[in-house]
Antibody
Framework: QITLKESGPTLVKPTQTLTLTCTFSGFSLTTSGVGVGWIRQPPGKALEWLALINWDDDKRYRPSLKSRLTITKDTSRNQVVLTMTNMDPVDTATYYC??????????????WGQGTLVTVSS | EIVLTQSPATLSLSPGERATLSCRASQSVSSSLAWYQQKPGQAPRLLIYDASNRATGIPARFSGSGSGTDFTLTISSLEPEDFAVYYCQHRSSWPPTFGPGTKVDIK
């Protein structure tokens, strides 16, 4: 079955760079039509798509955050890495990674990680 | 970026009652709209995709309708496990966006 799990620091200081890793199983990012996205949710607030990487290395970024985000994949390790530069307290959120595919519908999120809470504070 | 608005923000109902949640898009998303349920401390769960299709394993009491800019999620008879926050999300273009959510709580 498909599983995903996020890992990374729980606390970062303002201006630092956040690096999050999504480790997945049950699918391969070398399979045509498969993608992994990152979505975040500030405490008590709504969800927000951040970035997406596809099997063919096509990458999409939320326009308002594009200058701060980088998404990469390591297919040999079944991992997707998201980096976000110049962190600010408003970036405090639970960060999720999730699976999407053209088979079930691009940008539909059937499978999610458990999420990891990242707090930005000095 | 397409903006989704949801109403009401909170819906207070009793088990067994019918819940009707609305989602409106700032421009047409055709039928490319999904609904998710989220409980505290959990990741969202996909309920409905492409406006009216139930995801695998979703009970028949959940139904969706609409197209273009106006969509509705209906829960025909609330079960205790249905009290949660519900989000709509479009997938018609990048970036996909979510609405602010409707919380269904126990009256």
């Amino acid at each position: 079955q498909i599983t995903l799990k996020e890992s990374g620091p729980t606390l970062v200081k303002p201006t630092q760079t956040l690096t999050l890793t999504c480790t997945f199983s049950g699918f391969s990012l070398t399979t045509s039509g498969v993608g992994v996205g990152w979505i975040r949710q500030p405490p008590g607030k709504a969800l927000e798509w951040l970035a997406l990487i596809n099997w063919d290395d096509d990458k999409r970024y939320r326009p308002s955050l594009k200058s701060r985000l980088t998404i990469t994949k390591d297919t040999s390790r079944n991992q997707v890495v998201l980096t976000m530069t110049n962190m600010d307290p408003v970036d405090t959120a639970t960060y999720y990674c999730a699976h999407t595919s053209s088979g079930s519908g691009w940008y539909l999120l059937y499978y999610w990680g458990q999420g990891t809470l990242v707090t930005v504070s000095s | 970026e397409i903006v989704l608005t949801q109403s009401p923000a909170t819906l207070s109902l009793s088990p067994g009652e019918r819940a009707t949640l609305s989602c409106r898009a700032s421009q047409s998303v055709s039928s490319s709209l999904a609904w998710y349920q989220q409980k505290p401390g959990q990741a969202p769960r996909l309920l409905i995709y492409d406006a009216s299709n139930r995801a695998t394993g979703i009970p028949a009491r959940f139904s969706g309708s609409g197209s273009g800019t106006d969509f509705t999620l209906t829960i025909s008879s609330l079960e205790p496990e249905d009290f949660a926050v519900y989000y709509c999300q479009h997938r018609s273009s990048w970036p996909p966006t979510f609405g602010p959510g409707t919380k269904v709580d126990i009256k």
